[in-house]
């Protein structure tokens, strides 16, 4: 059975700064587990630490993927060889959580030379900004890619001080070819092995799109 890493932030929440919808986050996590999972997918749920994501409560009718998401595998426990795929889903915190794990940048690294799959969505492309090739080319250049964009965190985050930067800008400043929709409507770009979302909306589609690079990668391998 081929199997997919779900990389999610630690600090899904901060109650303080309320810069995060949970509900919708969790949710939208809970629905792409359930994509990869009745694909016939088996799936691993880690953060840069480990331990629980979200508020740490669990929810009455919450399905099997529960213990998933408040037991999660910390990233320098993932094996490039024991995975087929990593999908990231991000939200604010992600900016930094991802970013700056050299864990999670290693793996990734390591995946894509490997020729697998790598998905974001929203604020998780964060994580290949400080991507960069051994002579020191940021690894989205020239790579059509999307995220939340900078139209979104105007018009739609109240705590904009709190936001270390901001992603779209990050990624054109990498050479990035950056790919906006209007706030909030659905866009997924692919290019070749990488897998971008620019919003949690996107990210069901993102995760079809997944699945389908990695199905075409299983089929040539057999």
Do not use: W
């Amino acid at each position: 059975m081929a199997h997919i890493t779900m990389v999610l932030p630690n600090s899904v929440v901060d109650r303080s700064k309320k810069i995060m919808d949970s509900f919708q986050y969790i949710t939208t996590c809970t629905n792409v587990y359930q994509i990869f999972t009745q694909a016939g997918f088996s799936v691993t749920v880690s953060s840069p630490s480990g331990g629980p994501v979200g508020d740490g409560r669990r929810n009455e009718g919450e399905g099997e993927q529960s213990s998933s998401f408040h037991q999660t595998v910390p990233i320098h426990q993932i094996e490039p060889t024991k995975t087929d795929g990593i999908f990231l889903i991000g939200k604010h915190q992600s900016l930094l959580d991802f970013s700056e794990n050299r864990c999670l940048l290693e793996l990734i690294f390591r995946m894509l030379e490997m020729g697998k799959s790598i998905a974001t969505v929203a604020h998780a492309a964060a994580v290949f900004t400080e991507l960069y090739l051994p002579d020191g080319t940021p690894l989205v250049e020239g790579k059509r890619v999307t995220a939340f964009t900078n139209e979104e965190e105007e018009r739609y985050s109240k705590e904009r001080t709190n936001i270390p930067f901001y992603i779209e800008s990050k990624l054109r400043e990498r050479g990035a070819t950056f790919v906006s929709a209007p706030p909030f409507h659905h866009n997924v770009e692919v290019h070749h092995n990488i897998i971008t979302a620019q919003n949690l909306q996107s990210a069901p589609e993102a995760a079809y799109q997944f699945l389908g690079r990695m199905e075409t990668r299983q089929l040539h391998e057999n």
